[in-house]
């Protein structure tokens, strides 16, 4: 989940002089985070952007661990029932100033549960420094990183609501500008979403989608529909929700 701009990376990172830095827990297992971040922003930046040795981040990605829903409540301003991970990002100019993540780490892998979902949120910003992605591409794309588990989660709430006829449609899923208010409604989005971003890399490739994305804001949808995907409306995303490529079929993550 995408913080509100502004809130700032807590000072006091340790000497480590990669991209990553983590607080709020034990060094063993803060290397271990560092460690697994890393890997996963290296696929990110190759599978999505096609850059197979991104620059450093000068600004580094600051990873705070909370034991506690109230801590991370606290830290993020989200009620302690929320979501189990959050991103901060900051820009000056055409570029990143700060990079925040928060995970819950109260699971039973050492791994944060949410912590390559969010990564990925921090990646993206590095290619969408003019304007963030839609919201349903930035969250599909992100829920593609999320083990296998959690991404069926969400894909059989979606398709609950479509067996119940209120899932989104085409229209109402690309204009949505903010997460629904509702709960189970926010998961149906996630679900939703997650199964089109699926759909439409299987068509191409996720670097064309990225390309896609840049010129739904640069050209309209309809245009970048028809150039990317040779789709003369949006009717035809319909099709998306019948023909979907199956959960990991796509090779972003094989985390159970």
């Known amino acids: ?18 991209n990553i830095v983590v607080h709020g827990t034990s060094p063993a297992r803060a290397a271990q ?12 930046f190759g599978l999505l952007l096609g850059n197979e040795s991104p620059r450093r981040w000068i600004a580094r990605c600051a990873i705070h661990v909370h034991a506690t829903p109230d801590a991370f409540a606290a830290a993020v301003g989200l009620p302690p029932a929320g979501s189990r991970g959050a991103t901060a990002i900051n820009f000056s100019g055409n570029a990143v100033s700060s990079r925040r993540i928060d995970v819950m780490g109260d699971g039973p892998d050492v791994i944060p549960d949410a912590l390559s979902h969010e ?45 119940q006829g209120c899932s989104f449609t085409s229209p109402d899923l690309l204009a949505l500008e903010d997460y629904p208010a509702d709960t189970r409604r926010q998961r149906v989005f996630y679900g939703q979403s997650a199964a089109l971003v699926r759909w439409l890399i299987a068509r191409r490739d996720a670097v064309t989608f990225i390309r896609f994305v840049d010129d739904i804001d640069a050209d309209g949808l309809a245009t970048a529909l028809k150039r990317h995907y040779d789709l003369d409306s949006i009717a035809f995303l319909d099709s998306a929700w019948k023909e979907v490529p199956p959960i990991h079929t796509l090779s972003l993550n094989n985390r159970k």
């Open 33 to 44: 985070i560092r460690a697994a971040a890393e890997q996963v922003r290296s696929a990110a």
């Open 1 to 18: 989940m995408l913080l509100p701009l502004g809130l700032a990376a807590v000072a006091g990172a340790d000497e480590f002089t990669g």
């Open 119 to 163: 990564l990925v949120h921090v990646v993206l910003a590095d290619h969408f420094v003019h304007a963030p992605p839609p919201r349903w591409a930035d969250e599909g794309l992100a829920l593609l990183f999320d083990g296998t588990a959690k991404q069926l989660g969400h894909e059989d709430d979606f398709r609950l609501a479509q067996r």
